[in-house]
């Protein structure tokens, strides 16, 4: 373009100066309108003529010319480029080049540098190229895909129009340095994208298996995984889901949380897996006690029917809830198993799949919620707290129960009443019947003492 546009200003003339030589500047001169003024212009070509004719005639003096072009000398002097550029036809192989101590080696651009294995001479530090562009699958102003080849990756280059001087990494290809994430062809049929640590050994991972009825979709994170949804989440899974958190979780509602359960749920705090277990063993000697009480309940209720014997029955076992020996070997595998590098989480898939059929038998009967607290437990509720139970409740407590009410507590007994401790018993009836029973009776009123009735018989 700049070239087109000094052939555009070029102007031509002739003279007889003979210090007229290109490269010098002048500026022209008007004798015959002196008003008129010329911008400096530049000598690019002057062709001398010389004209001896002395043998000719008898004058000695040579006659000489010139002929010139030039241009202003504010317009770049660009020739135009009539040496046919050279030209790079396919692709070259080429290595990721940086400086030493490095392993990732980009500009803002995210743009690299290389060195070509025919170069004998080549530095290999980043300094044998030029900045190089690499294709990446999508792009755009701020978004799109960065995927940025580490130093010592074997890449494929090609010029764009055959240019040496704009080259474009087009691709990564593995090489018995740089082999592929899997063994093939064994594991043909899984499709990876997974990174290495920046000057570590860890690795994320996203890996889909698609061999047939064992398909799989892996996502491995070495430290941390986020996730921000902007709206709605939504997430079915038709068959177990088993998740294992090595230390704290915290979940936040805004707004309402509904929890429905089909089956049965055991809540334990204060341990897991065999810990959980061992939690029952301060208490283990009440839920025999605690069982043969709700079956008694049960009977006096006439009510529950065969699914409360059930419940009753394995509660008195204590093992209520918890997993069996093949559960628990399966909950090993999710919590501490082998590093899923190997195999894409599939030893990992399998012990979740263990976790999850183990689940499906803890409890005899659905709808049971088991509750298991290690230590203590503290509810607070700041208005009222309803409780409705058909059938029968159980309190078994191991020694010692208190109650405390600041103003008014009624308890409403449909039939019978009874309050027994060791060989006192008091009774209350739906008749109006009461019965006290003991071995003896000390009433004591530090004022008055009344007793009414019809008649009142004292023996």
């Not at 530049?42 to 000695?60: F, G, L, M």
């Not at 990721?96 to 980009?106: D, K, L, N, R, T």
Request: proline share 5%; aromatic share 6%.
């Amino acid at each position: 373009m700049q070239a087109s546009e000094a052939d555009h200003d070029r102007v031509f003339g002739g003279s007889t100066s003979r210090i007229l030589e290109a490269g010098r500047r002048f500026t022209p001169y008007e004798v015959a309108h002196p008003d008129h003024v010329y911008e400096e212009h530049v000598v690019v070509k002057a062709v001398h003529t010389v004209v001896d004719r002395s043998y000719e005639t008898n004058s000695n003096e040579p006659e000489y010319t010139n002929t010139f072009e030039a241009v202003p000398s504010r317009v770049p002097m660009t020739p135009h480029r009539e040496t046919k550029r050279p030209r790079i036809e396919g692709t070259q192989v080429a290595i990721v080049a940086g400086p030493s101590g490095e392993e990732i080696h980009p500009d803002q651009y995210g743009r690299i540098k290389l060195w070509f294995p025919w170069d004998r001479k080549a530095k290999k530090d980043g300094s044998d190229t030029c900045w190089v562009r690499v294709s990446q699958v999508w792009g755009g102003g701020t978004w799109g895909a960065q995927v940025i080849p580490r130093i010592g990756m074997e890449v494929m280059v090609a010029f764009v129009d055959g240019d040496p001087d704009r080259p474009l990494v087009t691709g990564v290809v593995p090489n018995p340095s740089n082999t592929v994430p899997y063994d093939l062809p064994a594991n043909k049929t899984r499709m990876v994208m997974r990174s290495n640590t920046h000057k570590g050994t860890g690795f994320n991972e996203m890996t889909f298996e698609d061999e047939a009825d064992s398909e799989n979709m892996f996502f491995h994170a070495q430290k941390d995984q986020t996730t921000r949804v902007l709206n709605d989440r939504t997430k079915r899974i038709d068959r177990h889901e088993v998740s294992a958190i090595g230390a704290n979780r915290t979940v936040e509602v805004g707004g309402n949380q509904k929890h429905e359960v089909g089956g049965s749920m055991n809540t334990v705090v204060g341990g897991t897996g065999p810990m959980a277990m061992a939690l029952m063993g301060a208490v283990s000697g009440l839920s025999g006690h605690t069982a043969g009480l709700l079956a008694q309940a049960g009977q006096i209720a006439g009510g529950g029917g065969p699914g409360l014997a059930a419940f009753a029955g394995t509660l008195a076992s204590s093992a209520l809830g918890f997993l069996g020996a093949g559960g628990l070997g399966s909950r090993e595998g999710v919590v501490s198993g082998p590093s899923p590098r190997a195999d894409a989480g599939t030893a990992l898939a399998g012990s979740g799949t263990g976790v999850g059929d183990a689940a499906s038998g803890l409890f005899p009967l659905p709808g049971i919620m088991n509750t298991i607290v290690g230590s203590f437990k503290s509810d607070t509720i700041g208005i009222a707290r309803a409780e409705q139970i058909g059938v029968s409740k159980v309190t078994n407590v191991g020694q010692t129960s208190l109650e405390s009410v600041g103003k008014f507590k009624k308890i409403a007994v449909g039939e019978e009443f009874v309050i027994e401790c060791g060989d006192s018993k008091f009774i209350m009836k739906a008749n109006g019947e009461v019965i006290i029973l003991g071995k003896t009776f000390n009433f004591v009123a530090t004022e008055h003492f009344q007793m009414r009735g019809k008649p009142i018989d004292l023996n």
